[in-house]
């Protein structure tokens, strides 16, 4: 069974534990920050002057949206980070959800299942991300299993057309000037009653981070016999 196509394929197998989709945004998702043109038209009462062109020269820094969807609440989570798309952005993204949210909604959950994309910071090839989320399953004391979407089927993922059509709408033509208006813009309740709760993590991230060595002999993660690649269970060390 894959299970990232649970939901989606109506499986009668039922996954016994908290199930939460997530994913980094796509690069079209990684904002510019500062006085410049975007795509869109927004009402004003003046006239905005800003640069043609978004060179990221011009920018005074980056938004980057990492989104978690709850199902069962209808609820996202963003973290807008202020640096870099990496993996340890990924799963500290995760870490201020598990304890600003999670752990309030399923204080006796064991596990959770994350449906996430296989590419970018979280990919499924990168041995990085599973090291930063061995990490976090070790803190939190709660084991995590990983269920990848395979190439070309990320638009399965809950969190594509239930969170980020939103955020594009929300921020839609708007010149950013600021981390915290973008954070603004993104908190709301839609008519459908999916409620979003946005964050700032100013956090500076280090690129081209190696896996440590000797972690691949040393891992807790249990890999599926069927399609290992996508699916496997990340258990806390103690």
């Not at 799963?91 to 959800?97: G, I, K, M, T, V």
């Not at 499924?124 to 070790?138: E, G, P, V």
């Not at 299993?145 to 239930?162: F, G, I, L, M, Q």
């Not at 981390?179 to 979003?196: D, M, P, R, Y």
Request: proline residues 3%; aromatic residues 12%.
């Amino acid at each position: 069974m894959l299970l990232a196509h649970v939901e989606s394929a109506n499986c009668p197998v039922a996954y016994q534990g908290l199930k939460i989709t997530t994913s980094l945004s796509s690069v079209s998702l990684i904002f510019s920050v500062g006085n410049l043109s975007r795509e869109g038209k927004i009402y004003t009462t003046e006239t905005i002057e800003v640069y043609d062109h978004d060179f990221p020269s011009l920018a005074e820094g980056v938004a980057v949206p990492h989104t978690v969807y709850d199902q069962a609440r209808n609820e996202a989570y963003v973290t807008v980070g202020t640096s870099r798309d990496t993996s340890e952005f990924a799963c500290d993204s995760l870490r201020h959800w598990w304890y600003n949210y999670g752990i309030l909604y399923y204080a006796n959950a064991t596990s959770i299942l994350m449906l996430m994309d296989g590419g970018g910071s979280n990919s499924s090839r990168h041995y990085i991300f599973k090291q930063d989320l061995q990490a976090l399953a070790t803190e939190i004391g709660v084991e995590i299993r990983v269920a990848h979407y395979p190439p070309y089927t990320s638009k399965w993922n809950p969190v594509e057309h239930k969170a980020f059509p939103h955020i594009t709408r929300a921020l839609q033509g708007v010149v950013l000037t600021s981390h915290q208006l973008t954070k603004e813009l993104i908190e709301t309740t839609t008519k459908k009653g999916l409620k979003v709760f946005a964050s700032i993590l100013n956090r500076i991230y280090e690129t081209g981070r190696k896996v440590a060595k000797g972690f691949k002999e040393s891992m807790t993660i249990i890999f599926d016999e069927f399609l290992g690649q996508w699916n496997y269970v990340t258990v806390p060390e103690n």
